[in-house]
């Protein structure tokens, strides 16, 4: 028998069965629409993760000043006092792989703009801040090093801060009210999206010259902390090295004594980030080979039962000529339509819920081609699996009592 | 050519310079292995059949009709014994070659129609001729001629249940003739048929008979062994009697004796 006639006779035994036939199908569609998922969403994870570190400043370091409690991931929660100017003047000077230096600290607070009112964060830093960061602005400018040692109200937008106080309004020269202060607005900085670590937005912020918001603010002389530049990508892990022995050394800490600061650099947040990633993966990778197991046992659970119902059929066929390849080709072929449909089905399926993770967690989809061919084949590959063996039953059928079958 | 003496000798049909005969079974056994015990369905059994001939093989239940006839038709092998199809051991022939024999040189119809529900008369006609490469309009063709051959051309799209009794079973020998076979094997063909339908079958197998096709019929009824030119009996796994028909029935006759039951 052809191909093209088996293939419509398939179609024609499948589509007397519907509701049967699209039952069998379930698994085999929720397995192929995992993999699809897995890949899309890991895809999309990763490139996520890439995009976030790369916007969270080349070669970056983070120093934080110490927590009490040093357990978990968190980068510090700022308990110490021992972080001062001095260490971030320092680092920049003896650290050889450390091209700049950024320190800073920070306070929550009410910001006032006419009838606008938004609760934000008010970091205070100075202006290398920015390139350290890697931070591009959108309008105006960064204050300048006299700011800073005037301690002048002076401040810096994020984006989402600007949306929310400004709308569409320009806000360069316009003075807004931080707490009790006037702060004249002198630059806004183009949207960062979240951070790659906390998920936090990084555009809620209001940045100032350190020392304003030290004195005028906090009333505190610390540092909270420190952004730091090595020269190269791969000389991170070495400027981490050099700051964490200088620091210890300016802080006199004693052999054996754990640290009372915090030094995390860009590679191990990028672990951190590929590790959810693959937690993700494995999870997913899991629940579809699950569903393909199960839609495979379902589509040979319900070949059988055909096998079964359809003996005289067979019988039939084979008396007038059909030989065990013929009937075999045939059982093979309705299988292979089942995977055929239920992989289509299932890849529909994969790319709409991938596109609603996606939409819900800010990532962006990237559904590649080779994932459609991967869960294509695993679709046929599992329907041929599991109906090679009925369709092997049915063709060994003997023709006589096959004929005979009621 | 090896002949079978009790055979030739009883059967006049079978003389020489016929060839060589299109069945030849010499000692022909089956033996069924039912748990402990052992069913001789067919205990020696051996009969030439040549091309041309119309043979009636009558025999109480369970004397062997069938079993003779499905090893007849490649559709079961002999327990031993051989058969020799157009001269060709077919006892030598793998499963595939049988089926091929099944497909090109014969033709089956059974008792119970066996025709796929849910498939027009036509699909069922084209059945046979999905195993044997013949493209689409071929099939449709030759489908709708065979069809034609047994008064069914206007029925070509029902399905079998909406076609009577009589026309399934005539749908079922334009199966078995679509692929132009060279014997048509019947197994109680007017088992489920009233007796006029009977008779409009064995029309239709006489008309064939004449155009030269080799037919071979199980029936249980004397009345319609008389529309073949030669009769065998079976008894036990054996045949008992092999006789020619003297004067066969014509079957177009019968029919205008009878009263007309449809249309
Ligand atoms: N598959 C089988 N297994 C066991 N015994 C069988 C089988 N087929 C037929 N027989 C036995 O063989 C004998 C001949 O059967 P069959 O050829 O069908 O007779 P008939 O067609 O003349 O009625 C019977 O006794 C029957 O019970
Ligand atoms: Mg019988």
Same mark, same amino acid.
């Given at each position: 028998?052809?191909?093209?006639?088996?293939?419509?006779?398939?179609?024609?035994?499948?589509?007397?069965?519907?509701?049967?036939?699209?039952?069998?199908?379930?698994?085999?569609?929720?397995?192929?629409?995992?993999?699809?998922?897995?890949?899309?969403?890991?895809?999309?994870?990763?490139?996520?993760?890439?995009?976030?570190?790369?916007?969270?400043?080349?070669?970056?370091?983070?120093?934080?000043?110490?927590?009490?409690?040093?357990?978990?991931?968190?980068?510090?929660?700022?308990?110490?006092?021992?972080?001062?100017?001095?260490?971030?003047?320092?680092?920049?000077?003896?650290?050889?792989?450390?091209?700049?230096?950024?320190?800073?600290?920070?306070?929550?607070?009410?910001?006032?703009?006419?009838?606008?009112?938004?609760?934000?964060?008010?970091?205070?830093?100075?202006?290398?801040?920015?390139?350290?960061?890697?931070?591009?602005?959108?309008?105006?400018?960064?204050?300048?090093?006299?700011?800073?040692?005037?301690?002048?109200?002076?401040?810096?937008?994020?984006?989402?801060?600007?949306?929310?106080?400004?709308?569409?309004?320009?806000?360069?020269?316009?003075?807004?009210?931080?707490?009790?202060?006037?702060?004249?607005?002198?630059?806004?900085?183009?949207?960062?999206?979240?951070?790659?670590?906390?998920?936090?937005?990084?555009?809620?912020?209001?940045?100032?010259?350190?020392?304003?918001?030290?004195?005028?603010?906090?009333?505190?002389?610390?540092?909270?902390?420190?952004?730091?530049?090595?020269?190269?990508?791969?000389?991170?892990?070495?400027?981490?090295?050099?700051?964490?022995?200088?620091?210890?050394?300016?802080?006199?800490?004693?052999?054996?004594?754990?640290?009372?600061?915090?030094?995390?650099?860009?590679?191990?947040?990028?672990?951190?980030?590929?590790?959810?990633?693959?937690?993700?993966?494995?999870?997913?990778?899991?629940?579809?080979?699950?569903?393909?197991?199960?839609?495979?046992?379902?589509?040979?659970?319900?070949?059988?039962?055909?096998?079964?119902?359809?003996?005289?059929?067979?019988?039939?066929?084979?008396?007038?000529?059909?030989?065990?390849?013929?009937?075999?080709?045939?059982?093979?072929?309705?299988?292979?339509?089942?995977?055929?449909?239920?992989?289509?089905?299932?890849?529909?399926?994969?790319?709409?819920?991938?596109?609603?993770?996606?939409?819900?967690?800010?990532?962006?989809?990237?559904?590649?081609?080779?994932?459609?061919?991967?869960?294509?084949?695993?679709?046929?590959?599992?329907?041929?699996?599991?109906?090679?063996?009925?369709?092997?039953?049915?063709?060994?059928?003997?023709?006589?009592?096959?004929?005979?079958?009621? | 050519?090896?002949?079978?003496?009790?055979?030739?000798?009883?059967?006049?049909?079978?003389?020489?310079?016929?060839?060589?005969?299109?069945?030849?079974?010499?000692?022909?056994?089956?033996?069924?292995?039912?748990?402990?015990?052992?069913?001789?369905?067919?205990?020696?059994?051996?009969?030439?059949?040549?091309?041309?001939?119309?043979?009636?093989?009558?025999?109480?239940?369970?004397?062997?009709?069938?079993?003779?006839?499905?090893?007849?038709?490649?559709?079961?092998?002999?327990?031993?014994?051989?058969?020799?199809?157009?001269?060709?051991?077919?006892?030598?022939?793998?499963?595939?070659?049988?089926?091929?024999?099944?497909?090109?040189?014969?033709?089956?119809?059974?008792?119970?129609?066996?025709?796929?529900?849910?498939?027009? /008369? =036509?699909? !069922?006609?084209?059945?046979?001729? *999905?195993?044997?490469?013949?493209?689409? $309009?071929?099939?449709? %063709?030759?489908?709708?001629?065979?069809?034609?051959?047994?008064?069914?051309?206007?029925?070509?799209?029902?399905?079998?249940?909406?076609?009577?009794?009589?026309?399934?079973?005539?749908?079922?020998?334009?199966? /078995? =003739?679509? !692929?132009?076979?060279?014997?048509? *094997?019947?197994?109680?063909?007017?088992? $489920?048929?009233?007796? %006029?339908?009977?008779?409009?079958?064995?029309?239709?197998?006489?008309?064939?008979?004449?155009?030269?096709?080799?037919?071979?019929?199980?029936?249980?009824?004397?009345?319609?062994?008389?529309?073949?030119?030669?009769?065998?009996?079976?008894?036990?796994?054996?045949?008992?009697?092999?006789?020619?028909?003297?004067?066969?029935?014509?079957?177009?006759?019968?029919?205008?004796?009878?009263?007309?039951?449809?249309?």
């Amino acid at each position: 028998m052809d191909f093209s006639s088996a293939f419509v006779l398939a179609l024609r035994a499948l589509g007397r069965n519907k509701m049967r036939s699209s039952l069998t199908m379930l698994g085999l569609i929720i397995g192929v629409g995992a993999v699809i998922a897995v890949i899309g969403i890991g895809d999309g994870a990763a490139t996520k993760a890439q995009e976030q570190l790369a916007a969270m400043g080349s070669n970056m370091l983070f120093v934080g000043s110490g927590s009490v409690n040093r357990y978990g991931l968190h980068v510090g929660s700022f308990q110490t006092k021992s972080l001062v100017l001095a260490d971030a003047r320092a680092i920049v000077r003896e650290c050889p792989s450390v091209s700049a230096a950024a320190p800073g600290t920070g306070i929550g607070q009410q910001v006032v703009y006419g009838n606008e009112n938004w609760a934000t964060q008010i970091t205070g830093t100075e202006p290398q801040y920015f390139e350290v960061r890697n931070w591009p602005f959108a309008s105006g400018t960064s204050f300048s090093e006299d700011d800073v040692t005037q301690a002048a109200t002076v401040a810096v937008l994020g984006d989402t801060v600007r949306k929310d106080l400004f709308g569409s309004r320009n806000p360069v020269g316009e003075t807004i009210r931080v707490g009790t202060l006037p702060f004249k607005v002198v630059g806004v900085l183009t949207p960062k999206g979240t951070s790659a670590g906390s998920n936090q937005d990084q555009d809620d912020v209001i940045i100032a010259p350190l020392t304003t918001v030290q004195k005028k603010l906090l009333g505190q002389e610390w540092l909270r902390w420190i952004m730091v530049s090595a020269v190269s990508r791969q000389s991170s892990y070495v400027a981490q090295q050099q700051i964490e022995s200088l620091l210890r050394d300016r802080h006199k800490i004693r052999a054996g004594d754990p640290d009372d600061f915090v030094v995390r650099n860009l590679a191990d947040m990028a672990d951190a980030a590929a590790e959810q990633g693959t937690v993700m993966t494995v999870l997913l990778t899991i629940v579809a080979s699950i569903a393909l197991l199960v839609g495979g046992i379902g589509i040979m659970n319900i070949m059988l039962v055909s096998v079964t119902e359809r003996t005289r059929e067979i019988g039939i066929r084979m008396a007038v000529g059909a030989t065990e390849e013929d009937v075999r080709l045939q059982f093979l072929i309705e299988a292979l339509v089942l995977g055929l449909i239920g992989g289509t089905i299932g890849i529909l399926f994969g790319v709409t819920s991938s596109l609603a993770v996606s939409q819900g967690l800010g990532w962006p989809i990237r559904i590649p081609a080779y994932a459609i061919a991967v869960s294509t084949l695993f679709a046929i590959t599992i329907a041929l699996f599991f109906g090679f063996y009925p369709a092997r039953r049915a063709s060994r059928l003997n023709p006589i009592e096959a004929l005979r079958y009621e | 050519m090896a002949t079978v003496n009790s055979v030739t000798t009883t059967n006049p049909v079978e003389t020489d310079g016929r060839g060589v005969p299109l069945v030849e079974v010499h000692d022909l056994r089956k033996t069924y292995q039912l748990g402990e015990t052992e069913v001789h369905a067919l205990r020696g059994v051996s009969v030439s059949i040549h091309a041309g001939d119309f043979v009636a093989i009558m025999g109480a239940s369970g004397s062997g009709k069938s079993t003779f006839m499905n090893i007849l038709g490649c559709l079961d092998k002999p327990t031993s014994g051989r058969y020799l199809l157009e001269g060709v051991d077919v006892s030598r022939l793998t499963k595939k070659e049988l089926a091929r024999i099944r497909n090109q040189k014969i033709g089956f119809v059974f008792q119970g129609f066996n025709l796929l529900g849910r498939t027009t /008369a =036509l699909e !069922n006609t084209e059945l046979p001729m *999905l195993y044997s490469k013949t493209n689409k $309009n071929d099939r449709d %063709r030759r489908a709708r001629e065979a069809l034609a051959q047994v008064g069914l051309a206007d029925r070509a799209d029902h399905f079998p249940s909406q076609l009577s009794g009589g026309q399934q079973q005539r749908v079922a020998i334009a199966r /078995a =003739l679509v !692929n132009q076979p060279r014997i048509l *094997l019947a197994d109680e063909p007017t088992g $489920n048929l009233d007796s %006029r339908t009977s008779v409009e079958v064995m029309e239709i197998f006489q008309r064939l008979n004449l155009t030269g096709l080799t037919i071979i019929l199980v029936t249980h009824e004397p009345d319609i062994a008389q529309f073949a030119k030669r009769e065998i009996v079976f008894r036990d796994g054996q045949i008992r009697r092999d006789d020619v028909v003297k004067v066969p029935h014509m079957a177009s006759e019968v029919l205008k004796t009878m009263p007309t039951i449809r249309d």
